[in-house]
């Protein structure tokens, strides 16, 4: 199962006012991803957010394809809600106003993964 970095450069000083605005976000009533279809497409398994002085970082572990984590971000309510409280603090402006919008601030937003490592990539033995 994959995970995704996405970075958000905020303005720095206001890490305790972003933890305020994370720590009230509802996550959403099903993991389960779909695709501009509505059939499944993989499956959403946990999130972290980390920040440290301008850099803040959500780490999303999912199954399946990260556009169908985008695009059900995008369609989400409470992402939008929590988008709109934390643009103050945000060090630079992004559109996220419509899922395509969304999407392409996401792809941009995106760290590249240069390891990966899980339990079931060990060794056996190890």
């Known amino acids: 199962m994959p995970y995704a970095a996405i ?14 605005i994370f720590a ?7 993991p389960v991803l779909v695709d501009d279809d509505g059939k499944e497409a993989g499956r959403l398994v946990g999130t972290a957010v980390f920040i440290k002085d301008d850099l803040m970082i959500r780490v999303i572990h999912y199954e399946g394809d990260l556009i169908h984590v985008a695009g ?11 988008e709109a409280k934390l643009a103050p603090y ?36 190890g």
């Open 72 to 82: 059900n971000m995008a369609r989400h309510k409470g992402v939008h809600a929590l």
């Open 24 to 30: 009230g976000f509802k996550r959403v009533g099903t």
């Open 90 to 125: 945000l060090a630079e402006t992004r559109d996220t106003s419509t899922p395509e919008a969304f999407g392409q601030y996401f792809k941009n937003a995106t760290m590249r993964c240069i390891s990966q490592l899980s339990a079931d990539t060990l060794p056996v033995g």
């Open 7 to 20: 970075t958000y450069r905020v303005k720095p000083g206001h890490e305790d006012e972003i933890a305020e």
